[in-house]
């Protein structure tokens, strides 16, 4: 934004806040000119004397009068007039209960119809044209719910009524349903209106505004919207679940299908809550994560960067020494940290918990109940926690090589003389950096055009250099088309930005993504569904469509990290266990990840490009650890700190690390943006030195100094200069 700019917005504001300070004032003014008068008006006596004059003049033409009112309240309705509620309660009091309820209901309708036409005449055509995807979608949604949706609506006023009117006119919603629907929706809480006006025009005093009369209709009109609200719940969860044969009683308070992170964490949370649980899963117990996932990756991961660090002494002064892998170890060595870790995962543990633990493959048959063999279980909530897999491309002659994925990497005995891993995301990028400081000739093949193609550009270009510092050939924008076996050789065919290529291997690894396990689940009976990458939908408190059946972890698809599956996890256990009392909604906004390559890559909410795509107005504060004596220090200098605030306040946005043990250092700034602190918070915290964490503060440090205002620096210096003579 230029500095014309800024100055029109500031003349903007000063003469806005001008304009509202001499309302305020002329208003103050008549307030203490007519203030008798006004006091006048409001005297209960006046009122009595107006509605005394009514009275007389409705007894004497009842019918002229209650037309004009009728033609006033409709005129009122079909404009959006502000003040509707205080004229139906006038009406409540002029008319009396049935006239002014008739009087009420067939206005506002008639005004909701004039509303409603009006808009279906002038935008509906046009948005069809304009929009015919969408337009057909929302119709489709409208036929087969519009009746009860507009009902809910009508009962439960979330929405103002006049944009109902006008979103329902744009619909395919016929004139003479929105009609009856209307009148129906809106009959009860049109009554509780004139009931309260009608007891309070019949009030002879102040002092009877504690009657039981006026106190039980305001009562009512307070309680309207909450009591609806639940009727409707009732009715609707009543008519989801009436196909199917509800237990008299339970076995089990909740089931968790799938013993990953996040069955895991239900089971313990339930169990710990006082609940009886059942845990159900087919494969070995700790999921992806322990059995193929993070702790053999890190395992791995660990071993591969020693191997680096003893090859590159010389700068530590130590002379380098001949290093031999032996492949075969270091995955003992693996599976040896697997087998360490599982104990914190077992049948053991979880059936000392009071949790059963059955093993086979959970098959939904109803909202209660599971199959497990030839077992039936029932159960008041279940959890589906069936996590995701990796994906396998389409791909010709794919059946003729040696391919590995995530899950049977850990199977492999002998180093691959040369790997090729296709796909650039998080686990390409650390599975090719680990096998080539392993020694095997690594290719890592990407559709894109960079690395990690969610972080910023510069992440990207960092990794890449790494990577190819450390003898990974990157293919970029190469396009997979097929395998095939030439004199024995397996190749990879793929068409680069300028030519087709044959790439050689000994074996392949996908990383090109996971889908959720939804097969065998029977989703499909009860008509739950699924996504367009197959995650299963629910709602923000993990609900699927029915209210008990709640879903968490990969198979949601929403940030498919086994922390972000605790985190759904213990909110959907909470969501299950205590519905319909309390619902709990997890927070996204702080969710953080790490990419675990050499430097790790760090992030916890928006990073640049993620902020320009959304059109924010945001300020950038880097720094480098080349500045860093800690990183300097160790040789490990290759990163920075990129923190991203809402332009012209300290309220931090997102903040993208890179860097030695970034995943480490980077939950200081999940904890102020969970708890919203600002950057200031961070710098007022020490921080011991020297330290990686020590990035944090500069960062901070840097933006803090970038925001002192000119004017406070001149005044320093001024100050000082004075201060150096006496």
């Not at 909701?112 to 015919?132: E, H, Q, Y």
């Not at 020490?686 to 960062?699: C, D, F, G, R």
């Amino acid at each position: 934004m230029g500095r014309h700019q800024r100055n029109q917005g500031a003349r903007r504001f000063w003469l806005t806040t001008a304009k509202l300070l001499v309302f305020f004032l002329l208003a103050l003014a008549g307030w203490w000119v007519w203030r008798d008068q006004l006091f006048a008006h409001l005297d209960l006596g006046w009122a009595k004397v107006q509605r005394n004059n009514f009275q007389a003049l409705y007894e004497q033409s009842p019918v002229e009068t209650w037309w004009v009112f009728f033609v006033l309240y409709l005129s009122a309705s079909a404009f959006a007039l502000p003040g509707m509620v205080w004229l139906t309660l006038l009406v409540g009091a002029l008319f009396g209960f049935w006239p002014g309820l008739l009087l009420v209901s067939l206005a506002s309708t008639l005004g909701a119809c004039a509303t409603f036409g009006t808009a279906r005449f002038l935008f509906k055509n046009l948005l069809s044209r304009r929009f015919p995807a969408k337009t057909q979608l929302i119709n489709q949604g409208i036929q087969r719910d519009g009746i009860f949706y507009l009902f809910s609506l009508r009962l439960i006023p979330l929405f103002p009524f006049f944009l109902v009117n006008l979103l329902m006119g744009l619909t395919a919603l016929r004139l003479r349903t929105f009609f009856w629907v209307s009148q129906l929706g809106m009959l009860p809480g049109t009554a509780l209106y004139i009931l309260a006006g009608q007891e309070l025009g019949q009030l002879q005093s102040l002092g009877e505004v504690v009657n039981l009369h006026v106190l039980g209709a305001l009562t009512l009109l307070g309680l309207f919207p909450w009591v609806t609200k639940g009727g409707l719940g009732y009715w609707q969860t009543r008519k989801l679940y009436r196909p199917f044969d509800r237990p008299t009683s339970f076995e089990y308070d909740l089931i968790a299908i799938g013993a990953g992170s996040a069955g895991l964490v239900s089971s313990y949370l339930g169990a710990v809550l006082g609940a009886k649980v059942a845990l159900v899963e087919a494969g070995r117990m700790g999921g992806d994560c322990l059995n193929t996932g993070c702790v053999p990756s890190k395992s791995l991961i660990k071993t591969a960067s020693l191997v680096a660090l003893a090859r590159k002494t010389a700068p530590l002064g130590l002379a380098p020494a001949p290093l031999a892998v032996d492949f075969r170890v270091v995955m003992a060595a693996v599976k040896e940290k697997i087998a360490a870790v599982a104990p914190h995962d077992s049948v053991d543990r979880y059936q000392k918990l009071g949790v059963e633990v059955f093993h086979g493959r959970g098959q939904l048959l109803d909202p209660f109940r599971v199959k497990v063999g030839e077992r039936v279980l029932t159960g008041r909530n279940l959890i589906l926690a069936t996590g995701a897999r990796p994906k396998l491309p389409d791909l010709p002659g794919l059946e003729q090589v040696p391919y590995l994925t995530s899950e049977t990497l850990w199977d492999l005995e002998k180093l691959p003389p040369r790997l090729l891993v296709i796909g650039g995301g998080p686990i390409g990028c650390e599975m090719a950096q680990a096998f080539a400081r392993l020694g095997s000739k690594v290719t890592l093949l990407q559709r894109g055009r960079r690395l990690l193609p969610k972080e910023d550009p510069e992440v990207s270009a960092l990794l890449a250099q790494r990577l190819e510092e450390e003898g990974v050939d990157l293919k970029m924008a190469y396009l997979p088309q097929g395998f095939e076996v030439q004199e024995g050789e397996f190749q990879l065919v793929a068409q680069g930005p300028q030519e087709k290529v044959r790439i050689g291997f000994d074996q392949v690894l996908f990383a090109v993504g996971r889908v959720p396990n939804t097969e065998g689940l029977g989703l499909e009976a009860l008509g739950i569904e699924l996504g367009p990458e197959g995650q299963i939908q629910t709602d923000r408190q993990l609900r699927t469509k029915f209210p008990n059946i709640l879903c968490a972890g990969d198979v949601q698809g929403r940030f498919q990290f086994t922390h972000t599956a605790s985190l759904q996890a213990g909110f959907a256990t909470l969501n299950g266990l205590f519905w319909p009392l309390k619902s709990f909604t997890p927070d996204y906004r702080v969710i953080p990840w790490a990419t675990f390559t050499d430097p790790e890559v760090a992030r916890v909410g928006i990073n640049e490009t993620l902020a320009r795509e959304l059109g924010l107005e945001f300020e950038v504060t880097s720094f480098d650890l080349k500045e860093l004596d800690r990183a300097i220090t160790e040789g490990e200098n290759l990163g920075f700190v990129k923190l991203l605030t809402a332009k012209g306040k300290d309220q931090i946005l997102g903040v993208t690390a890179v860097g030695p043990h970034a995943g480490e250092w980077i939950g200081e700034w999940v904890l102020a943006m969970k708890h919203h602190l600002g950057v200031k918070g961070i710098f007022d915290c020490p921080h011991i030195y020297p330290t990686l964490a020590e990035a944090n503060k500069a960062v901070a440090g840097r933006w803090r100094q970038d925001h002192t205002p000119a004017w406070a620096m001149r005044l320093f210096s001024r100050w000082f200069a004075w201060a150096r003579h006496f």
